[in-house]
């Protein structure tokens, strides 16, 4: 091979060990890399409907406007509430709907431990247990048997925290609705409800 080709051609390979060792060693980014991690806190022109910053920005206002109300600011216990999930009112199929309240209660969970408890639906808890436990029964580690708890430990729901979404479309727009109630399972009252709004415009 020609020096001057061989020369080339090692510059090359010497060039492409350093970017390699640079992103491993260095953890540095290629050029260009922040353009496809857009903020979740950012508008994107291109998408439409309720974006992620609608997400972020309802959760966090809900879930704070959530802790305030004094069946859960006044209560010496800790509220205990299952999520039931979110019925889609709107005109547009969705395939995630769930994710609203999911970061609601990773909020919850994370900021207010103390003061509210979730339980998963029993026969979220039933499926579960069989998978996980198999044959073993109810009292795989025989924890009722040696007295350290109630035979039938499982934590029953006070409340219940559900979703409802509506949108209103036009030529031009589409106007969103998206409200949350917080549920007395044994009233049916409904203690608490959060709602946020939007607009989007129509890119179709």
Request: charged share 15%.
């Amino acid at each position: 091979m020609p020096y001057n080709v061989c020369k080339s051609h090692y510059g090359k390979m010497c060039c492409g060990a350093a970017v390699v060792t640079c992103l491993l060693l260095t953890g540095c980014a290629l050029p260009g890399y922040n353009a496809y991690r857009p903020g979740v806190s950012s508008f994107q022109p291109g998408d439409q409907g309720l974006q992620s910053r609608d997400l972020v920005d309802m959760t966090n206002r809900l879930a704070a406007d959530l802790l305030k109300i004094p069946e859960i600011a006044q209560n010496p216990n800790k509220v205990i509430i299952v999520m039931t999930g979110i019925a889609n009112k709107t005109s547009q199929p969705w395939k995630n709907d769930q994710i609203y309240l999911a970061r609601m209660r990773a909020l919850l969970n994370q900021y207010a431990r103390d003061r509210i408890a979730f339980v998963i639906q029993p026969q979220q808890l039933q499926q579960l247990q069989q998978q996980e436990l198999g044959g073993a029964g109810g009292d795989a580690f025989e924890q009722s048997s040696r007295g350290q708890v109630p035979q039938n430990s499982r934590m029953i729901p006070q409340y219940a925290l559900k979703g409802v979404f509506y949108d209103l479309p036009n030529s031009a727009t589409t106007y969103y609705l998206c409200t949350f109630q917080l549920v007395n399972l044994q009233t049916g009252e409904v203690v608490w409800e959060g709602h946020y709004e939007t607009r989007t415009l129509n890119l179709y």
